[in-house]
């Protein structure tokens, strides 16, 4: 199941005529390594005698090796077909205009030959070799195409692309509508339906919907076995904070999560007990001038303790049940103080939200305090931007010796 899952969520299953042979790469491995690896958790768990490491590394390795071969011998066979004039789609292209050409010149190469363009006249340079359609009706009822893809303005079109959907959806041919028709910068799109009633749905990142369902329940499966491991930790952090210093065990402080929502993040408490009181007298001291975030290399409030449970990141040990309970995730960009996000001076950072935060990300592997505020906020947009099963897992395999050799505390 998690194998299918994680092939699922890498597009392994989706049309290759779209598809580069790099990422079919990337799932063959990711997949049978997410695979092996929860086989090895689960066979610790349950103390199971026929799982081994090297048994987990031979599935890995044959999985991928047998994965890896039908995909070759798959996209042989699409290109074999295509060079002798098999498995192509002949499309129509509504719209002459430089975005419609350009897209007509990349489409031979995924296996569309382009019949024709759909305008009432040319509207960029003349294509010799394509020919320019003024009665599609016609043309739909004639000829053989497979779909039309439809590159008009929206706002000047608005009419002629009503009437070409019309006459696509009563002969029953795909249609597809460019969404780059409004320039999106970062943004890709999705129709969905709400009710019966299709919406174009923009988003960033590759976290949405289905990939955020099998994010979290991978994080909840990881970080409950990860919570039960660590519990003889907890008890002795808990006890050492105890008895070195007055206060609670534990410190509970307001953070923004996802879409700015509040919550209240978990930590063993490394600081005096009224520590948020005296943060207004301290700001004076804060070595990062003119940013957002707040920090003293050599913080009065940290208490004898709190330095070493910092050092080795002990002490964000209970946000693991801010993972299980649905607030944070094991990788994601670090949940912030509501005092931090009110310097925020620029739109860009605040991309960060629209994902759930996590106990390490690329920030934290890359020298954490003595990177800056802008190239942090940077790390967590490329993090948002490039996310995948495979890259959670080298964050959280590269956390362990970044916290091991303390890469950037302080």
């Not at 042979?21 to 063959?28: H, R």
């Not at 610790?44 to 090297?54: A, H, K, L, N």
């Not at 329940?217 to 660590?230: G, K």
Request: charged letters at 25%; aromatic letters at 12%.
């Amino acid at each position: 199941m998690i194998g299918y899952l994680s092939l699922k969520s890498s597009g392994a299953y989706d049309s290759k005529r779209f598809r580069p042979f790099l990422k079919e790469v990337q799932s063959c491995f990711s997949a049978p390594l997410f695979n092996s690896a929860y086989i090895l958790i689960i066979g610790y768990i349950f103390q199971s005698r026929i799982t081994s490491v090297g048994t987990a590394l031979s599935y890995g390795l044959i999985c991928f090796s047998m994965l890896l071969v039908n995909r070759v011998i798959l996209y042989l066979i699409l290109r074999m077909a295509r060079n002798h004039g098999r498995n192509l789609r002949n499309v129509f292209i509504a719209g002459t205009n430089a975005r419609a050409i350009r897209l007509s010149k990349e489409l031979p190469k995924l296996g569309y030959v382009v019949k024709g363009f759909i305008d009432k006249s040319w509207g960029h340079h003349p294509q010799k070799d394509i020919p320019l359609i003024l009665d599609f009706n016609k043309a739909l009822r004639e000829q053989h195409v497979d779909e039309v893809i439809i590159c008009l303005p929206i706002k000047t079109e608005y009419k002629f692309i009503h009437s070409i959907i019309e006459a696509t959806e009563e002969q029953g041919i795909l249609t597809r509508l460019s969404t780059d028709l409004f320039d999106l910068k970062i943004a890709k799109a999705k129709i969905e339906y709400f009710d019966e009633v299709p919406l174009l749905t923009l988003f960033t990142g590759n976290m949405y919907r289905r990939m955020v369902w099998i994010k979290r329940a991978i994080d909840t499966v990881i970080a409950s076995i990860l919570f039960i491991l660590f519990l003889p930790v907890f008890v002795l952090t808990a006890v050492a904070v105890k008895l070195t210093s007055k206060g609670p065990i534990f410190f509970f402080q307001e953070r923004l999560g996802m879409n700015k929502r509040l919550f209240k993040v978990i930590k063993f408490r490394t600081m005096v007990p009224d520590a948020e009181a005296q943060l207004k007298d301290l700001e004076h001291l804060n070595e990062r001038k003119g940013e957002a975030a707040f920090k003293i290399k050599k913080d009065p409030r940290v208490t004898s303790i709190g330095t070493f449970l910092r050092m080795f990141s002990i002490d964000e040990l209970p946000q693991l049940i801010n993972v299980i309970i649905g607030d944070m995730s094991l990788v994601g960009p670090r949940p912030l103080p509501v005092r931090d996000y009110r310097g925020f001076n620029k739109d860009w950072q605040r991309r960060r939200f629209s994902v759930k935060p996590g106990i390490t990300c690329i920030w934290q592997i890359s020298g954490r305090d003595n990177v800056s505020f802008e190239a942090w906020m940077k790390m967590d947009n490329q993090y948002i931007d490039t996310w995948s099963l495979w890259l959670d897992l080298k964050i959280l395999l590269k956390t362990l010796p970044a916290v091991l050799f303390k890469k950037g505390s302080s």
